[in-house]
């Protein structure tokens, strides 16, 4: 998501794209020629390299954002990492240990979690707006274009719907009901290997439950709704980027619109630019126990359902 990252960049004041890594120097340089960027570069390593870089956004497959992250954070730079953090638990405890060692920011780029929206539903809850949260129940889900190779399809890249698409339900799970204590999911592994769809039961020490799926196969709602004891938040299509919340309660329905301009990315480099100032190694929002957190629930989903990356 390279594309959206730099075109929202332009709307972040102190913000600069002064490189661009590839593996391929043409692409390098065709990208920062269409982004304004001086220096281009044909390999990942020559992007640490390069002095003028102080965070880097490593937008690659899954399969490779512990080593990407790994190269940047030895070379001492920031990272800001996609979504999936990591392809496992494994890896994302190892790249939390390496910015922490080496005394650098590190976020799982969470996008959701930054956006007008997700700022609106942390507040409500922390206002008790629907009492305490008991149940969260979130689907994502598309029929994708079946790509032979593509990144979706192909369990190298760690492709799937649980990885790519699912982590959207499990992170929302966790911002509201935190670490689950059990895990029950069932999933359907399609011909090129990857869960072509999934659906878990998330349970907490205190009852609470989520209720996550996602496909690449299948259309979904792509909704969210947590309820509580006074009541009920929706959030509309799509679940991880919604146009407003409605909260029910007590037989009232409430639309609190929730609208942003550009493309979405700017809310989390905002967050980098803002720890970053204020000396902060995480965020708060997307804490980087809680990235390792989600990783773990994601991996006891995959060994429910079967799925294995190759050389895990
Ligand atoms: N926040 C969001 O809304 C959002 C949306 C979509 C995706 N994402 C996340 O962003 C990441 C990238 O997704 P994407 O759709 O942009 O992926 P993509 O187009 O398949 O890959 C992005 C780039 O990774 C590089 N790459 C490095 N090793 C590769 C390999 N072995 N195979 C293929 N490409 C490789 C390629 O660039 P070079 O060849 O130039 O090196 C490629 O252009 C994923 O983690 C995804 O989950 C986030």
Known sequence: MAVGFANDLALVDDAELVAVGSR???RAQAFAERYG???????????AADP???????????SRHADDTLLFLE?????????????NATQARRMVA?????????MEAMWARFLPPYRKLAELLADGAIGEPRLVEADFGFAMPREPGGRLWDPALGGGSLLDLGVYPVQLAAMVLGTPTSVAAAGHIGPTGVDEHVAAVLGHTGGEL???????????ACTARISGTLGVIELPAIMHCPGSLTVLRLGQTEVIDTPWTG????????????????????????PLDESVSIMETLD????????????E
């Open 24 to 26: 391929s120097v043409e």
């Open 37 to 47: 960027a001086p220096a281009a570069y044909g390999s990942y390593e020559e992007l």
């Open 52 to 62: 003028s870089v102080d965070v880097v956004y490593v937008a690659t497959p899954a």
């Open 75 to 87: 070379a001492g730079k920031h990272v800001l990492c996609e979504k999936p953090f990591a392809l």
């Open 98 to 106: 390496a910015a922490r060692e080496r005394g650098l920011f590190l």
């Open 210 to 220: 989520a209720v996550v799926k996602a496909a690449i196969a299948t259309n979904m």
């Open 263 to 286: 493309g979405g990315w700017q809310f989390q480099v905002f967050e980098v630019h803002d720890r970053l100032a204020a000396g902060d190694l995480e965020s708060p929002v997307m």
């Open 300 to 311: 006891a989903i995959r060994e429910q359902i079967g799925l294995r990356f190759p050389g």
